[in-house]
């Protein structure tokens, strides 16, 4: 971000450079014609610098010039402060009466000699300051003419040579940042004095804070020194009390430590009783320990024998069992080997056998499909008197009769 504000900055410098440079150019004949003016002047402002006074330092009657300015502002200051008061009597004259115009005319005039009295007052405040015996006065003119001349000899050379200006341009801006800063310089200055000015107030405020609080802490220091006096008597009367009970406590105690140490005594003496015969039991019980342990120890050697035996024994039919797992399992795998091809058989026999009933299935619908069709074809060979079932010409006769047969 700060890269590409710089940038921004550089290229809208550039660009009012640019635009300087473009405004800066000339036209030969204006060149000329500006030179010529800028020329005249520069003459002028060497004419002035040389016919200007210097100082009054040297002069015999330089507290006379003096003494008369100052009585000069100060005439002036006193007819302006006449001026307005006569102003301002009248128009608290004015002020009582019903007229509008003449009071609007008092105010104006009024606030008029306000500004100019305030005006000849700053004035007058100024040359006070400053002492004109001395050459401070005339040298910022002589810097600022000498300034002012040498940067219009140049831009006339600038202006005679390349028809442009830029010196002037340059040195406009070069003053412009110096009063810049100088005012920067002003305002931090202000802006410090302010900061002092409150500081100040703060010292003063702090101080005024800590003389109270000080005044209350003396005050907070008589009040326990009065307790302090208090405390050391009470503690005086405290002391003696507590001293009395103490020697009566200890007392006490000496005598509970004497009853408690006769019967500390008795219980040893009944502890030690107690001990003899807890040692008496010791050795009965080590005793009877002893002889436990031997039985003990016969019976884990026979057991110890025993679990040797079995364990041989458990071995030797783990051993077996083993032999006759490999065995059993080398048949189950014949059997299931077996069982594997006596099972495809099976599946073999059960598709030929499905094989077979399917295609008697088939023969029987296929028989069942030709009787029914032949049977079908007969019927209509019957009905249709083709082929064999062909009917002939029969007789009349035998017409008749066989209609009579029929009738009967």
Known sequence: MADSGSRGLQKNRSASSRKSAALATL????????????????????????????????????????????????????????????????????????????????RAKAQQLGKELTNSTNVMSRNLKQNPLTMDNLSKVQEDRGFL?????????????????HALVDAVKDEKVRKQRLQDTIRKEEEGRKHIKNLKEQL????????????????????????????????????????????VSVSQTQKMCTMGEKELKDEIDRIKNKLD???????????????????????????????????????????????????????LQELTKLYAEYEQVVVEDRIEKEKVRRKEEQEAIELKASIKLESWWRGIMVRKGLGAFKKGKKKKGKGKKSGKKKKK
């Open 149 to 165: 001349e040498s940067i219009v000899i140049k831009t006339i050379h600038e202006l005679n040579d390349t028809n442009t200006y």
């Open 27 to 106: 036209k030969t004949y204006e060149a000329i014609c500006t030179a010529s003016v800028l020329e005249d002047c520069a003459d002028q402002l060497a004419i002035l610098g040389a016919i200007m006074p210097g100082s009054y330092e040297s002069r015999k009657d330089a507290k006379q010039i003096v003494q008369d300015e100052i009585s000069t502002l100060v005439d002036e200051q006193k007819n302006l402060e006449n001026a307005y008061e006569e102003v301002m009597t009248d128009r608290a004259v004015a002020h009582g009466r019903a007229g509008s115009a003449t009071k609007h005319v008092s």
């Open 277 to 331: 015969e807890e040692s008496r039991c010791h050795e009965d019980i080590l005793q009877y320990l002893r002889t436990h342990q031997g039985l003990l120890e016969g019976k884990l050697e026979h057991w110890i024998a025993k679990y040797e035996k079995d364990t041989e024994e458990k071995s030797r039919e783990l051993d077996i069992l083993k032999s006759s797992k490999a065995k059993d399992l080398e048949r």
């Open 204 to 247: 003063i405020n702090v101080s005024k804070e800590k003389e109270s609080e000080i005044q209350m802490r003396m005050e907070m220091i008589a009040h326990l020194k009065d307790q302090l006096q208090e405390m050391k008597a009470k503690t005086s009367m405290e002391k003696k009390y507590i001293k009395k009970v103490c020697n």
